[in-house]
């Protein structure tokens, strides 16, 4: 069966930093894009960045990459979302997902597969 499970999320100060894991198991990594994700409460899920496992590209959409870096330790089939400079409005269930493509985007429903997000609260 395939299984994303997201760690890592806690309680922060603003300005603080954490770092998401996914861990992923059940399919062939290299054939896939994982991605991260968030939602808050009353809004939509929002895409954050992905990464190609096969060659490690990466796509941050708008302006996630100031504050955020994807990586991947394919040896481990594990993705990490490093999140630094953290505000309140991060705030946010984060997800980690997967599909088996080629093209790096963060379209939620292009998206087969989701882990169960761990949460994510920043106090100011």
């Known amino acids: 069966d395939v299984q994303l499970q997201a760690s890592g999320g806690g309680l922060v100060q603003a300005g603080g930093s954490l770092r998401l894991s996914c861990a992923a198991s059940g399919f062939t990594f290299d054939d896939y894009v994982i991605g991260w994700f968030r939602q808050a409460p009353g809004k939509d899920r929002e895409g954050l960045s992905c990464?190609?496992?096969?060659?490690?590209?990466?796509y941050y959409p708008g302006s996630m990459k100031a504050r955020f870096t994807i990586s991947s330790d394919n040896a481990k089939n594990t993705v990490y979302l490093q999140m630094n400079s953290l505000k309140p409005e991060d705030t946010a269930i984060y997800y980690c997902?997967?599909?088996?493509?080629?093209?790096?985007?963060?379209?939620?429903?292009?998206?087969?597969?989701w882990g169960q997000g761990t949460q994510v609260t920043v106090s100011s």
């Open positions: 997902a997967a599909y088996s493509g080629l093209v790096t985007v963060t379209i939620p429903t292009l998206y087969d597969y």
């Open positions: 990464i190609r496992s096969s060659d490690g590209s990466t």
